[in-house]
């Protein structure tokens, strides 16, 4: 059996809510497998909170660019040590520098973003020489491209949070209705934009959970299939863009709010969401 330290009780608490009790036996189970000990936790019935990477988050900011015709934007995730340096001046200026090279030259990955030429010297090379005068770790925790017909990017307030969001077919107000669905995208984090977006595997493991879940609770074998099913189709509906409930009124799926608002062929073709602790 693994050791398990009541430090790794602890984080694991704090990650899911769980109690220590339940932490503890869960990650005896996993063999000290966080990401597993999370699943098992799961699997038994506990409340596991959706957001417990928030109380993991490094320190930075999140950046964006976009161009003038609103088709393409960038984000990328400037990770330092403290708030204190996030909030530098000379640190938000260097975090606005990447992602303006990296919106101008679209790499491939974040290695071909830290090799970009920013005026004679590399990306890498700019954080390097801030890691020295600044004595923290500083680096590009996440880089994301969005592109489509109208692109709508948003920032929530204290820079932890970027999203970038792309619609078809909008006729109507796109900047106004696309900051609120995209901070709708911000707040309720979903997956992807629609159920066919959503990886079989994704939905492979919620079907497993559900079943213990079911399993767990006592229900008849031959019933135990058919309410994980149910259970699978509302996690799809909580975690699926279009299908959720817009915030801003419930009696209203998000996919309702753009159609109403920006016409009957109104839709999302993509987005991207970058968080603060989330690569």
């Known amino acids: 059996m693994a050791n398990i330290s009541a430090a790794d009780v ?30 098992i936790l799961r699997m038994k019935g506990q409340k596991v909170s959706a957001k417990r990477a928030d109380r993991e988050a490094s320190e930075g900011a999140v950046f964006v ?13 400037l990770n330092c040590e403290t708030d204190f340096v996030a909030r530098n001046e000379d640190f938000q200026q260097m975090g606005q520098r990447i992602v303006d090279a990296a919106h101008a030259s679209s790499p491939a990955s974040i290695e071909e973003l830290q090799g970009l030429d920013l005026g004679g ?86 079907l497993e959970i559900g079943m213990e879940i079911a399993r767990n609770e006592g229900k008849p074998e031959q019933m135990v299939e058919k309410i994980a099913e149910g259970k699978v189709k509302r996690f799809l509906k909580d975690n699926t863009l279009l299908n959720q409930e817009f915030v801003k009124d419930t009696s209203r799926t998000v996919a309702q709010y753009i159609k109403d608002s920006l016409g009957k062929e109104a839709t999302v073709t993509a987005f991207k969401r970058i968080q603060l602790g989330v690569k």
């Open 121 to 206: 010297i590399t990306v890498e090379a700019i954080l390097s020489d801030a890691m020295g005068r600044i004595g923290e770790k500083i680096e590009v925790g996440s880089y994301e491209k969005v592109s489509g017909e109208a692109v709508v990017t948003y920032i929530h307030p204290g820079a932890r949070i970027g999203v970038a969001v792309a619609f078809a077919n909008a006729n109507g107000n796109t900047e106004a209705i696309g900051k609120d669905v995209a901070m709708q995208i911000a707040a309720m984090s979903p997956i992807a934009v629609s159920e066919a977006e959503v990886d079989q595997s994704v939905i492979a493991k919620e």
């Open 65 to 77: 660019a976009i161009n003038g015709d609103s088709t393409m934007a960038t984000l990328i995730q």
């Open 10 to 39: 602890n984080k694991l608490r704090q990650a899911t809510g769980a109690g220590m009790m339940d932490c503890k036996k869960a990650l005896q189970e996993a063999e000290g497998d966080f990401e597993k000990a999370i699943d």
